[in-house]
């Protein structure tokens, strides 16, 4: 199987495998039979399936997984988002706090 076969295979399994991965996210280059997987996911579980989706075609030798894990563009915290998250935890903390030290 060329490399250009073995892409085309990647990207469709990336696109139908498993629901947990959003193939359009990921780039897929091949040069050897050694897969290279750029681009974001949103989990680490993401990531690793579509490295074991890769792994699964016939003619891939290694897997190189660079992709990112991260939030979605336009999808991050804000920083109201952040400090209202904080402080929600720091009341909880304080009101925790008298009885977590006794000895």
């Known amino acids: ?3 250009d076969q073995i892409q085309r295979h990647i ?3 990336l ?3 498993d629901p947990a991965v959003d193939g359009s996210r ?3 280059t091949v040069a050897g039979g050694v897969v290279t997987l750029r681009g974001g996911v949103d989990t680490r579980l993401e990531k690793t399936t579509a ?10 030798n290694a897997v190189v997984n660079d992709l990112a ?3 979605v563009a336009g999808l991050e915290p804000t920083d109201t988002d952040i400090a209202q ?3 929600k935890a720091l009341n ?3 009101a925790v706090q008298p009885n977590a030290d006794r000895r």
Request: net charge negative; proline share 3%; glycine share 12%.
């Open 51 to 60: 490295e074991r989706i890769a792994m699964r075609v016939h003619g891939v």
């Open 1 to 3: 199987m060329t490399d």
């Open 26 to 28: 990921i780039g897929v």
């Open 69 to 71: 894990v991260g939030p």
């Open 11 to 13: 990207e469709d399994a």
């Open 92 to 94: 909880e903390a304080a």
């Open 15 to 17: 696109d139908w495998a």
């Open 85 to 87: 998250t904080a402080g």
